[in-house]
């Protein structure tokens, strides 16, 4: 079992960065592929950025260039570094973790992210 906290949502201006945090507890955090989705009303959640344990990230197409996953394995946590900030990034950031062999999978309770003028 992997419990996943997330924090750092908050309202933002166009062009503004945020940070989001994810602190994982309860295995070995190493063993997890950690991920973020997003999720906004009617639609699917998808995939934002992934970062394997060894630190190798890949990022969704909307995303690139602007967003950075990273983790650190020695506190478990993941985090995402959001800049340049637009009205369509806005929408619920969920914390996703993956064990690498047993394919198990964890969300986190979700972080709401909204970008407003």
């Known amino acids: 079992q992997v419990q996943l906290v997330e924090s750092g949502g908050g309202l933002v201006q166009p062009g503004e960065s945020l940070r989001l945090s994810c602190a994982a507890s309860?295995?070995?955090?190493?063993?997890?592929?950690m991920g973020w989705y997003r999720q906004t009303p009617g639609k699917q959640r998808e995939l934002v950025a992934i970062?394997?344990?060894?630190?190798?990230?890949n990022y969704a197409a909307s995303v690139k260039g602007r967003f950075t996953i990273s983790r650190d394995n020695a506190k478990a946590t993941v985090s995402l570094q959001m800049s340049s900030l637009k009205p369509e990034d806005a929408a619920v950031y969920y914390c996703?973790?993956?064990?690498?062999?047993?394919?198990?999978?964890?969300w986190g309770q979700g972080a709401q992210v909204t970008v407003s003028s």
């Open positions: 996703h973790a993956l064990h690498q062999v047993l394919k198990e999978n964890y």
């Open positions: 970062v394997t344990s060894g630190g190798s990230a």
């Open positions: 309860g295995s070995i955090f190493s063993m997890y592929r």
